[in-house]
């Protein structure tokens, strides 16, 4: 079906999706749309310090990295650690992201193996919530349950996220996520279980 001029968004992501209604009603002749009564206010906190505590460890020790690898690291290790940075790059945007999250092609059970040691590797949670949370920042973008919602500053949307819990809507849009095509994958099942 073409885009149409008259078609407002509607927000989903599939078609089958339902759609939150929004109130209309008639006032004077003039069709008055009502949006969604606001829900209750959340305070951002920052819980998670095992996530604070190692992105500082990791930081750290990724300068730290750097000084070595200009002042006394080997030639071999420095290209170890180019193979294994870009390695973890494609297990999160080739694996997690293209193949996992979007469903944008198909692979067989050896890429597979391959794409989800090198997410692993990448550190960023297993692949099945890797793809929940980014399906529903594509379902609901820009609103509180977007996992990672610009709105609430440059710094959150890339790094604060992962610092603070969850928005409440987050995890309640993202039980209704459908997740039926991960859970059917073995190879994703099994990482969910075991790393």
Not at 44 to 72: C, D, E, P, Q
Not at 127 to 140: I, L, M, T
Request: charged share 20%.
């Amino acid at each position: 079906m073409s885009p149409s001029k008259a078609s407002t968004p509607t927000g989903v992501l599939f078609e089958d999706d339902p759609v939150e209604q929004l109130e209309v009603s008639l006032h004077n002749n003039h069709e008055q749309i009502t949006p969604p009564k606001p829900t209750r206010e959340y305070k951002r906190k920052i819980l998670v310090w095992r996530n604070i505590i190692l992105f500082v460890h990791l930081h750290l020790a990724a300068l730290y990295g750097v000084y070595l690898a200009l002042t006394s690291a080997k030639l071999l290790t420095i290209i170890w650690t180019s193979v294994v940075f870009h390695a973890s790059a494609l297990g999160i945007t080739a694996g997690a992201h293209r193949l996992w999250a979007h469903r944008t092609y198909k692979a067989k059970w050896p890429l597979k193996v391959i794409l989800i040691i090198f997410n692993t590797i990448a550190f960023q949670n297993h692949v099945y919530e890797w793809s929940r949370d980014h399906r529903v920042h594509h379902k609901y973008t820009e609103t509180d349950a977007d996992p990672h919602n610009a709105k609430r500053g440059f710094f959150f949307s890339h790094i604060g996220w992962l610092m603070c819990r969850k928005h409440p809507d987050v995890i309640e849009k993202g039980k209704g996520i459908d997740m039926s095509d991960l859970e059917q994958d073995t190879i994703v099942v099994f990482q969910k279980k075991y790393v």
